[in-house]
């Protein structure tokens, strides 16, 4: 490798870790007062700008990722963690790999196991956010229900998890998927609504 190619790979290096404290200091002074808690382990890393905007609990475990540098994203690739309401929280385990441009949104409670891999341009919900009847429909958030994710669970790009999901651990969620309801451990499921195609057999 030529002298050139080594200061450009050695800048690149010092750009992305000035960012990835820049994100997560803006985070902290940012959200941190508007929410009940926020709570961060460990060696937490930010590769791409995470926002808020809630008012509830925040709880990251440690070793936790937000962002891929190497995939593509939109715009600056945000991720959204909104424990909207002042009881709502939002409850992320250790050693989790999420890619760009997610939204994590709860009205109650959104929890996610360990060690899971969150693909680009997923959804995670807990409520409806409107209600059904044309002539209530901006009256509340509608029916809310708690989300669980369990742990070494891979969900695929452009997936959306609804209200009252819960998914076992181990279990695969084929790209962009709609989960709207119970997804059992050690299986891959896919499609609109998901359904178990096959088992994984433990090695």
Known sequence: MNLMARILN????????????WHRRKFIFIE????????LGTNIVFFVPVRGGGKGVLR???????????????GNGEILLQAREPDAEIVIGENNLFSNNIALCAVR??????????????????????EINPATRNRSVGTVK???????????????????VTIGDNSVI??????????????VAAGVPAKVIRKIEQQ
């Open 146 to 164: 708690p989300v669980k994710i369990g742990n070494n669970v891979w969900i695929g790009s452009r997936t959306m998890i609804l209200k009252g």
């Open 109 to 130: 409670n959104i929890q996610i196991g360990d060690n899971c891999l969150i693909g680009d341009s997923v959804s995670v919900v807990d409520a409806d956010f409107h």
């Open 32 to 39: 941190r007062p508007r929410h009940k808690k926020i709570e």
């Open 60 to 74: 990251v475990g440690n070793g936790t990722k937000f962002g891929f540098p190497m995939t593509f994203r939109l």
């Open 10 to 21: 050695f800048s690149a290096r010092q750009s992305m870790r000035l960012r990835v404290a």
């Open 174 to 187: 084929g790209a962009m998927s709609l989960v709207t309801g119970e997804i059992p451990a050690n299986c």
